[in-house]
């Protein structure tokens, strides 16, 4: 199979996905670890001494980030506010960028709607979102992603 093909097809399941809307960090993150799975050897080789290597596999970091949302429901063109713990290994200063498709925001990342916030000196971060005047009333998912990897739970937001 050539790289064009499949990069073809991950960018098919990307925007299947994102349709279904499953937030970018975590289609990413789906994405990252169909690649690290795919690329994992299912047969060990045999190293020059003649023994069995040990194939070793990439793992992500694991974050133990909270997040929550207040309120929990909001009416169109209405704010909320995001915050959680940081967790570790996110020092302060570190960026974490927010999405859902239900924020009214200019800042977009990989098409999907965005605020940023910075982790304060106590470990934890808050950031305010306004919400799009014109939406579905249903439940939107609000995504969180440092250095390009997801970092915590996908929280819920109902819109009335």
């Known amino acids: 199979m050539s790289a064009h093909s499949s990069d073809r097809r991950r960018s098919q ?13 975590a289609v990413a993150a789906l994405l990252a670890t169909a690649a690290v799975g795919a690329a994992a050897p299912t047969q ?5 001494s003649g023994g069995a290597a040990v194939a070793a596999v990439h793992r992500a970091p694991t974050f133990k980030t909270t997040m929550k949302v207040s309120p929990g429901t909001v009416r169109m063109g209405g704010r909320v506010t995001i915050s959680g713990d940081a967790g570790t290994p ?15 925001s200019r800042y977009h990342l990989d098409g999907v709607p965005a605020v940023r916030t910075q982790v304060f000196a ?7 979102a306004r919400i ?12 969180a992603s440092a250095h390009g990897k997801p970092v915590g739970p996908v929280v819920w937001l109902n819109v009335r």
């Open 90 to 104: 996110l020092r302060a200063g570190t960026t974490i960028t927010l999405q859902s498709f239900a924020f009214a």
């Open 44 to 48: 060990p080789a045999s190293s020059p």
């Open 122 to 128: 106590n470990g934890t971060y808050s950031a305010t």
């Open 132 to 143: 799009k005047k014109s939406l579905e009333h249903t439940n939107y998912a609000i995504d």
């Open 13 to 25: 399941r990307r925007a299947r996905l994102m349709r279904g809307g499953v937030g970018a960090s």
